[in-house]
């Protein structure tokens, strides 16, 4: 296993296998570290569910424009939905210290080596009271397109943000984050004139791994669809409300 985080991507001997080299036998790993964590991560949903929180987890690489877009949703929500956020990074409360800057809670968590948040991180926060009744629970997680693919929070929603710069062979390259997606946001799309960035091949490989997604074009700068993306977050909401 990883010395550093024990992520199942991280295992020797192919996912989620390790050899035992003095038995010369193959140790399944994998299993006994998911079942523990989804075991957490439902209890999370129940707690969240409860309370009528909708916890979105966002996923991205680094530079996607998580925290941008972020701040940009706050501004937007602000006064008429209690939002809080939980801030995943390695290192530093920069990303943190930005939302608290708007008004709103946030609660970092600092994860050091490990490359992804996983459902006992986040239900340390919900311990703490970081989650708003009847309002929004983001969870920006480490900027990572591997990891955090394979560890459920507790979320109602996984969102994966991208950005025009990146590049539009984002879900070729990286297919397991994209198939986990409830929503994927195209970010800095104001660029899209000076990038060699096709959204339609974007899409359609974002589709190949997760059929019935849907895929926003937005710009948390110019503020270009976050209209749209304010829409799923309340329609998100009103479902949620609607199975309590």
Known sequence: MCGTCGCPSHQAGGAGRAEDPERGRVI?????LL???DAVAARNRERLAAADTLAVNLMAGPGAGKTTLLVAT???LAGGVPVAVVEGDQATDLDAARIRATGVPARQI?????CHLDAAMIARALDDGIAPAHGVLFVENVGNLVCPAGFDLG?????????VPEGDDK????????????LVL???CDLLAHV??????????ARRLAPAVAVLAVSATSGAGLGVWLDWLARRRARLHAAA
């Not at 399944?28 to 006994?32: A, G, P, S």
């Open 28 to 32: 399944t790993l994998e299993r006994d």
């Open 35 to 37: 079942a523990a964590n």
């Open 74 to 76: 706050i501004t937007a």
């Open 110 to 114: 600092t994860t050091g080596k490990a």
């Open 155 to 163: 979320e109602a929603a996984k969102v994966v943000v991208a950005s």
């Open 171 to 182: 879900p070729l390259k990286y297919p397991d984050i994209f198939a986990a997606a409830d």
């Open 186 to 188: 195209v970010n800095k």
């Open 196 to 205: 060699a960035f096709d959204l339609e091949r974007f899409t359609a490989a």
